[in-house]
């Protein structure tokens, strides 16, 4: 049974320029939200998705966007990249039966040049 | 608005030594409590969850938490700790039945002694 997956691994861009990192699922989960965790400090939450809809979102600029896809599988997109975007983005899927055992994913690192 | 703390950044222990890693919460009411841990170039991994009861609750890998409502604390210990311990480890509180935007501490880095 496969857990979260994240891709890709690691990511450089630049200031100014766009991503999308993906995420799929762990099997039977519905449930997906996004967090970034900044060096040598915990995540933040930037929002979560549910039956394709955002359903809840932190205090995240909206440069941030996502998508949640008809298999659950999910997009973090971000715009207009900072320096300061440069972070591990984690994932982490749910289901709807036990929504507070979030399982993470490895995580995409994307640095900001 | 609420928040974690881990008071220690950084904890070093000698392999076969208890462990004890604090967390304090701030929240309008009693949140769900949970403890991760994260190994270098890994994702986190949940240890252990506190929603209600028996405020000594077991986890994996030989862990345990107390939550202590009057200190708003949630602390996690480990009779003995193995040198594969050396990881972060996160405190984290969501909201109940509200969601499961998650506030995270900034975590303690524990160091193992051989």
């Known amino acids: 049974d496969a857990g979260v997956t994240q891709s890709p691994t690691h990511l450089i861009k630049t200031r100014g320029q766009q991503v999308t990192l993906r995420c799929s699922p762990k099997?039977?989960?519905?449930?997906v939200s996004w967090y970034q965790q900044a060096l040598g400090q915990g995540p933040q939450f930037i929002f979560q998705?549910?039956?394709?809809?955002?359903?809840q979102r932190g205090n995240f600029p909206d440069r941030f966007s996502g998508h949640q896809f008809p298999n659950y599988s999910s997009e973090l997109n971000v715009n207009a990249l900072l320096l300061g975007d440069s972070a591990l983005y984690l994932c982490?899927?749910?289901?709807?039966?036990?929504?507070?055992?979030?399982?993470f994913g490895p995580g995409t690192r994307l640095t900001v040049t | 608005a609420q928040s974690v703390t881990q008071p220690d950044i950084h904890i070093t222990v000698s392999e076969g030594a208890s462990l004890e890693l604090r967390c304090n919460y701030s929240?309008?009411?009693?949140?769900?409590l949970f403890w991760y841990v994260q190994s270098p170039g890994q994702g986190l991994q949940l240890l252990l969850k506190?929603?209600?009861?028996?405020?000594l609750v077991q986890g994996i890998k030989g862990f345990e938490a107390e939550f202590k409502r009057s200190q708003s604390s949630f602390n996690l210990r480990k009779p003995s700790v193995h040198w594969s311990d050396a990881a972060e480890y996160f405190c984290?509180?969501?909201?109940?039945?509200?969601?499961?935007?998650?506030?995270f501490g900034p975590g303690t880095r524990l160091s193992v002694l051989p």
């Open positions: 998705y549910y039956e394709e809809e955002e359903r």
């Open positions: 984290a509180v969501a909201p109940m039945n509200y969601g499961q935007n998650f506030v």
């Open positions: 099997s039977g989960h519905d449930t």
């Open positions: 506190y929603f209600s009861g028996d405020t």
């Open positions: 929240y309008g009411a009693t949140p769900y």
């Open positions: 982490a899927s749910s289901s709807g039966d036990n929504p507070y055992e979030q399982y």
